[in-house]
């Protein structure tokens, strides 16, 4: 018997399984893809390398960031931080920043802006909290809603404004208010928040090293990593659960006294029993388009976000301006092309050929490449790349907690498992937190940060 059972070997299980190996435990692994890494993983064709959507890894906790050096080594990079915006058909400083965003309109829209702040700050101090839309307008302005807050937010969620909860905005804009945000433009902080920085850490060979590294790590510590296996079914046992799976080879059964889940919600009350409700919590979908292109370089951003509805893709990131071994030669580069989207939506459905020529004819447009110097072009479907912060979100995953809590045996961990979207190394500080939780006599090699929102045991 195990001592612990891991769902889905992405950052997450991975980081929770070397840590409970080097803590005494025995741990099995089970990921239902052919190789590890879960969202984390780099793809690698033609000599191009490149991650499924642009992953940075930056923390202002110091044992986080020497965590990941002991990990990677010499292969860790700091790479600056360069990413725009295309505005009113010009490209400005992202995450925004004023008075340069500013600049992609003109004087009279940019005082019309201006004057839709102040008469907030008059108007809407009483706005409650309730949706993301509800918490900009307070904050902003209508107007600077409407032109900067919410066409790129809509297009990556696939829901109005007024459907996400204000948490997401409160999570993620780390400057409340526009006073606020020319003050850190003129005096940045000691510490900025994590959606200003101008620089993070990157893995030399893409960031799919980091959970390679790691399951080299469990199998020379002992631990098993089950690949290919899809679990069926867990039945509470007395002193912990049987789970039930199969893979190409055949079934299996494993026993354990604790499981950790890191895989979709869904999936996981899917295999648990008793379970005949469902809850209304929804995970967006991702669509990366990788060009492998002819030509030295395409711009100097780590990243671009395009939030024209116009346009099918969202975000592009150019893995060459974060490694110069993500491509073959000085001769060549290449770009991830990232499209939001959910299974359902049209785009979803549409052959990979299609979704390549709209992309690069729309890529062409602008004036970014022509058609002649794509070389090769791949398309992967992921459909859990983030969880949503619906309207109403928290009530149903607090129902799903107390659904959860009759297993004490049971823990979510991680951005998937948890429903909490965290950064890479907001998923390691997760896993730290729930060993000092989980082992609270036993010290941890790294100091967590206080938990929030989670649900261990």
Not at 434 to 454: D, E, K, Y
Request: glycine share 8%; hydrophobic share 40%; aromatic share 12%.
């Amino acid at each position: 018997m195990d001592d612990f059972i891991i769902l889905g070997a992405g950052v997450a299980g991975l980081t929770a399984a070397r840590e409970l190996l080097r803590q005494g435990q025995r741990v099995t692994l089970i990921e239902k893809g052919r190789e590890v890494g879960g969202l984390a993983r780099t793809f690698e064709r033609e000599g191009f390398r490149f991650d499924l959507g642009g992953h940075r890894f930056h923390s202002n906790n110091p044992s986080v960031v020497r965590w990941l050096h002991e990990l990677v080594g010499e292969d860790l990079l700091r790479v600056p931080r360069v990413s725009h915006i295309k505005l009113n058909g010009r490209f400005v400083t992202y995450p925004i920043a004023f008075p340069n965003a500013f600049t992609a309109f003109s004087p009279l829209q940019a005082t019309q802006l201006a004057a839709s702040y102040a008469l907030a700050h008059l108007t809407e101090r009483r706005r409650p909290d309730h949706s993301f839309e509800d918490w900009i307008i307070k904050r902003f302005g209508s107007l600077m809603y409407q032109h900067f807050f919410q066409p790129y937010t809509e297009k990556v969620w696939g829901v109005p404004g007024r459907e996400l909860a204000a948490e997401w905005a409160a999570a993620r804009i780390g400057l409340p208010n526009l006073w606020q945000a020319v003050r850190h433009t003129l005096r940045p902080s000691a510490i900025p928040p994590a959606t200003a920085i101008d620089q993070f850490y990157y893995p030399r060979y893409g960031f799919g090293t980091i959970p390679q590294a790691l399951a080299r790590d469990i199998v020379a510590r002992g631990g098993q990593i089950l690949t290919e296996a899809t679990p069926i079914c867990v039945q509470p046992g007395r002193n912990g659960f049987e789970l039930f799976g199969t893979t190409p080879a055949g079934s299996f059964r494993l026993q354990g006294r604790e499981l950790i889940s890191t895989i979709p919600l869904d999936h996981l009350l899917g295999l648990l029993p008793q379970n005949g409700s469902t809850y209304p919590l929804h995970y967006r979908g991702l669509l990366c388009l990788f060009l492998a292109i002819q030509r030295p370089q395409i711009s100097g951003d780590s990243w671009t976000y395009f939030p024209e509805p116009s346009l099918l893709f969202g975000r592009t990131h150019e893995p060459k301006n974060w490694s110069p071994a993500m491509v073959p030669d000085d001769s060549h580069t290449s770009l991830c092309v990232e499209i939001f989207a959910s299974p359902g939506d049209p785009v979803w459905s549409w052959p990979d050929e299609q979704i390549r020529r709209q992309v690069v004819a729309q890529l062409g447009q602008m004036g970014w490449l022509a058609a002649a110097e794509v070389r090769h072009a791949w398309v992967v479907r992921l459909r859990h790349a983030y969880p949503r912060y619906d309207v109403g979100y928290r009530a149903h995953l607090t129902q799903v907690h107390d659904f959860l809590h009759q297993w004490p045996w049971l823990h979510l961990v991680g951005r998937t498992g948890s429903f909490r979207y965290l950064n890479s190394d907001g998923v390691v500080e997760d896993v730290f937190r729930f060993l000092a939780h989980r082992f609270p006599q036993t010290a941890v090699s790294i100091q967590p940060m206080p938990q929030q929102n989670g649900r261990w045991a």
